[in-house]
């Protein structure tokens, strides 16, 4: 017997990590310079350690782990942001090293990487601006 149709149905959350022990400063980063909003884990998981945001209609699920080289990988969240040029002033401010990419069509972006190594990219819509 098949089971009907199964589709995927879009994204609900994606995870990064950032080292065991960092959560206060992952909070201080991702909620306090790029203004995303702590929301509450479940309880089943809290014990766990990291925390979750809330990025516009989808959830990010920071978690931690050890040995991992965060910057040696091209893996990424990428945020639509609307002001590209105030965010790129803003972490600025903060130290944060802007890496130019190669364009797309239709977009400007940046990339950067959080203060744990994890790679960071901001797209701004053209039809946007």
């Known amino acids: 017997m098949t089971a009907p149709h199964a589709a995927i149905l879009g994204v609900d959350h994606v995870q990064i990590t950032i080292p065991r022990g960092m959560e206060d400063q992952g909070i201080a980063f991702y909620c306090g310079v790029l203004g995303l909003a702590q929301i509450e884990k479940p ?33 990424h969240i990428a945020y639509r942001v609307s002001n590209l040029s105030g965010w790129r002033e803003k972490l600025a401010q903060h ?3 802007i ?3 190669v ?6 972006r940046f990339e ?18």
């Not at 364009?103 to 400007?108: A, L, M």
């Open 95 to 97: 130290g944060v090293i």
């Open 103 to 108: 364009p797309i069509p239709g977009y400007n």
């Open 43 to 75: 309880d089943a998981l809290k014990g766990r350690g990291g925390f979750w945001l809330q990025a516009g209609d989808r959830a990010v699920h920071v978690g931690t782990e050890g040995g991992v080289e965060r910057r040696a990988t091209k893996a």
């Open 112 to 129: 950067f990487r959080d203060p744990f190594g994890n790679r960071v990219e901001l797209i701004e819509s053209l039809e946007s601006v």
């Open 99 to 101: 890496e130019e990419q």
